[in-house]
């Protein structure tokens, strides 16, 4: 049990910790990814840049240690979903690093557009905005669409084993389709990621982790149904 209680408040800490980091991450971005003059000041933010880099290096970390704290809880429950969640939240994790080195290979090209002096400045900008595409693809497919996936994966195992409360559960599968609807909505073009519709759409399953990292912290999971009932031993009595 105690090595349980530890594990929930683990599992809280990262969810924490992989919020905080990815807002960090968006913001520390902003010279580079925003605005027209990014090639000036991605090389003039290069710090910075580099600091939201590793912000989401401690994403990747926390979003991949959720996966692989939680999967030997969630396996006694439902080993394959279990595993498919692990499995989504590696792609996730994967997409997001991919996101990542683009922004660094950008910074490169942003201090090689400062050196060049009287560059031709349309070479660098066509160089530069595919890299921004990149990690907007990025940043669509892996903190909303394979997001959406995995959530709904482990927010159902929650429900049926009532190892959190059903309030929190229910906010959880909500949150995960009202997020994988705003990855196809972004995808096909129909609204933009960064946008009021976007936001609301998000917002839900940001309540969701905040919540249920609170709860784990303060509660951890619901003792009794830590294991399922077929594992349960039954003690005779004389």
């Not at 084993?161 to 995960?176: D, F, N, R, T, W």
Request: contains cysteine; proline residues 4%; glycine residues 8%.
């Amino acid at each position: 049990m105690k090595s349980t209680e530890r594990t929930a408040k683990l599992i809280g800490v990262l969810f924490i910790l992989a919020a905080v980091s990815a807002i960090a991450g968006v913001l520390l971005y902003n010279p580079i990814l925003n605005g027209p003059d990014y090639l000036i000041e991605g090389s003039s933010h290069a710090n910075q840049v580099l600091l939201g880099a590793l912000m989401e290096l401690i994403l990747v970390v926390s979003a991949i240690g959720t996966a692989t704290t939680m999967f030997p809880i969630l396996r006694k429950y439902n080993e394959t979903i279990a595993l498919w969640h692990v499995c989504f939240r590696f792609l996730e994790a994967v997409v997001i690093t991919i996101g990542i080195v683009s922004v660094l290979a950008l910074l490169t090209v942003s201090r090689e557009f400062a050196a060049a002096g009287a560059p031709d400045a349309a070479s660098f900008q066509a160089v530069g905005t595919s890299l921004i595409a990149i990690h907007d693809w990025t940043f669509m497919l892996g903190p909303l669409f394979f997001l959406g996936i995995n959530t709904i994966m482990y927010s159902c195992i929650f429900y049926k084993s009532k190892l959190v409360p059903a309030a929190i559960a229910y906010l959880g599968m909500s949150g995960a389709v009202l997020v994988f609807i705003c990855a196809l909505l972004v995808l096909f073009g129909v609204i933009q990621q960064v946008s009021l519709v976007g936001g609301l759409l998000a917002l839900p399953i940001a309540v969701y982790e905040m919540t249920l990292a609170v709860w784990l912290i303060v509660k951890g999971f619901n003792g009794s149904d830590v294991v399922p009932e077929d594992e349960k031993t039954t003690v005779p009595v004389y």
